[in-house]
Nanobody, 129 residues
């Protein structure tokens, strides 16, 4: 059974840090690119970062560049998203997703929901004092 499970969310004060984890089971993680998306209340789900499956090249949305770091450990079937200098605007449910590599872009991932085949259930991140 293909499954992605996010963890690591919680309540954090502004300026704090979090590391989200996305653990895969039921498929070979290193065959897939992984994307992280977030959805705040009343807003559409948006992509924040993705990571290539070959050389782990990352992509970051402009809104998170410099504060978010994505990485992967295929031996643990896990992808991580470190978030630093958290802001209230980062409050959202964070989802990870797995998709086929897009070979005509570099890194071989895109922040388009339809490009991903498997989704986790999400983990809540709340930034508040």
């Amino acid at each position: 059974q293909v499954q992605l499970v996010e963890s690591g969310g919680g309540l954090v004060q502004p300026g704090g840090s979090l590391t989200l984890s996305c653990t895969a089971s039921g498929f070979t993680l290193d065959h897939y690119v992984i994307g992280w998306f977030r959805q705040a209340p009343g807003l559409e789900r948006e992509g924040v970062s993705c990571i290539d499956n070959t050389d782990s090249s990352p992509y970051y949305a402009d809104s998170v560049k410099g504060r978010y770091t994505i990485s992967r450990d295929n031996t643990k079937s896990t992808v991580y998203l470190q978030i630093h200098s958290l802001e209230p605007e980062d409050t959202a449910v964070y989802y990870c997703a797995a998709g086929e590599p897009i070979t005509d872009v570099q890194p071989m991932c895109v922040m388009i929901l339809g490009a991903y085949d498997y989704w986790g259930q999400g983990t809540q991140v709340t930034v508040s004092s």
